[in-house]
């Protein structure tokens, strides 16, 4: 038996020791959903099983973020950062299943910690809140949470295993027309009608998605417009989201949309007043060496992780990716699986399937870490900054 394989077993072993406790810490996350920057029990819990490990180095709260926990093991030159989302979507719980990413992540530092030293790595885990909303990895990255990073991983549930996630770059609009109310009947012309400017809008958005580029998308909903039939509204409000297979294209596609926005404002002499809610989601890089030695280290696992994965949906990590070599593997629930952001997924999160993701995507990654610490040219190319 090789080096690397005994490296491997020894890994399992520490991963199994642990692996009801990692198990029960997924179900806990799952009975007690958090939104994003309030996940409170949730890191707690986080921290406390980091602390069982008596291997790790922790900070619970980084910077803007409370909830944000970096947890380290092993004093190596090679820095290893394992990703850990624990958000919860509103009304829905973990639909999108981050309790089992958080508990996968858990279970890579887990099998890795005893390891680290004669790796000669360093195992950085970074409990990232608000994926869902805020996008809490670009904080961190903003922060300098980050720095060091030689290569950033993290596992994602979904019906089918894929070697990557295929994210769009997105951005999120919030769009206020400001006229002037008047009696809808008495003085109709006194008013300045805000709906009117949304209903421009609207239109105009419309119209333009059949001249957007492939991959590019617009999509929305009014928050507000007006409060009573027989009053003019002088305010109405929408938020947008814009995606494109590309940070370029999302540029162009932003522009469209704003344009159309615009284009309300000056119909109606409405005030236009246009604000980004929260931070742009860049597009995924996926690391190739690294996505094979993760795809390798599946299928021993007995998972045949597809190639191809569907343009959908976006993700923090996408800005990770762009300043550190990054994979985002996608671990499969089953061909029964439901639709991801649905409560049926939820439910599904603390099926078997759901348990069995936590346990091979913690081994997944964990040997994939070992992976990149013993080849070494592997080794090399990231010390060297990843090319």
């Known amino acids: 038996m090789s080096t690397v394989d005994t490296l491997k077993q020894r890994a399992e072993a520490a991963l199994e020791a642990g692996l009801d406790r990692i198990v029960d810490f997924s179900h806990r996350l799952h009975g007690t959903p958090e939104v994003g920057l309030e996940e409170v029990k949730a890191s707690a819990w986080l921290v406390a099983e980091l602390e069982a490990l008596d291997q790790a180095r922790i900070e619970h709260g980084l910077g803007e973020l409370p909830t944000a926990v970096r947890a380290e093991a092993g004093h190596g030159e ?85 070697s990557a996630m295929r994210p769009y770059a ?42 957007l580029k492939p991959n590019q998308q617009i999509h929305g909903y009014v928050l507000n417009a007006g409060s009573a039939p027989n009053v003019i509204p002088d305010k109405a409000t929408g938020e947008w989201m814009v995606r494109a297979d590309s940070m370029e294209s999302l540029d162009q596609v932003t522009n469209v949309l704003h344009r159309c926005l615009e284009a309300g404002g000056v119909a109606s002499g409405c005030q236009l007043e246009i604000d980004q809610t929260g931070h742009s989601f860049a597009n995924l890089k996926t690391d190739g060496p690294m996505a094979d030695l993760y795809n390798a280290n599946a299928r021993a696992l007995g998972r045949s992780p597809r190639e191809e994965a569907l343009l959908a949906g976006s993700t923090d990590m996408g800005n990770v990716s762009q300043y550190f070599p990054s994979i985002h593997p996608m671990i499969g629930l089953g061909d ?52």
């Open 170 to 211: 997105c951005s999120g609009y919030r769009a206020t027309f400001r006229g002037r109310s008047a009696h809808a009947s008495a003085a109709p012309h006194e008013g300045i009608n805000a709906l009117d400017a949304l209903t421009v809008a609207l239109a105009a958005i419309g119209l333009a998605r059949q001249q």
């Open 78 to 162: 090679l820095v290893l950062t394992i990703c850990a989302e624990y958000d919860a979507l509103p009304g829905i719980g973990h639909a999108c299943g981050h309790n089992i990413i958080a508990a996968a992540a858990l279970g890579a530092f887990t099998a890795l910690a005893p390891l680290a030293d004669e790796l000669g790595v360093t195992v950085r885990l970074l409990g990232t809140p608000a994926e869902e909303t805020a996008g809490g990895k670009i904080i961190m990255l903003q922060q300098g949470d980050f720095d060091g990073t030689h290569a950033a991983m993290m596992v994602h549930p979904n019906a089918h295993d894929e």
């Open 336 to 387: 029964d699986c439901p639709p991801i952001h649905s409560a049926e997924f939820a439910d599904f999160a603390i099926s078997r399937a759901g348990d069995q993701a936590v346990r091979d995507g913690a081994l997944g990654m964990a040997w994939t870490c070992i992976d990149l610490a013993t080849d070494q040219a592997q080794r090399h190319r990231l010390l060297a900054g990843g090319g």
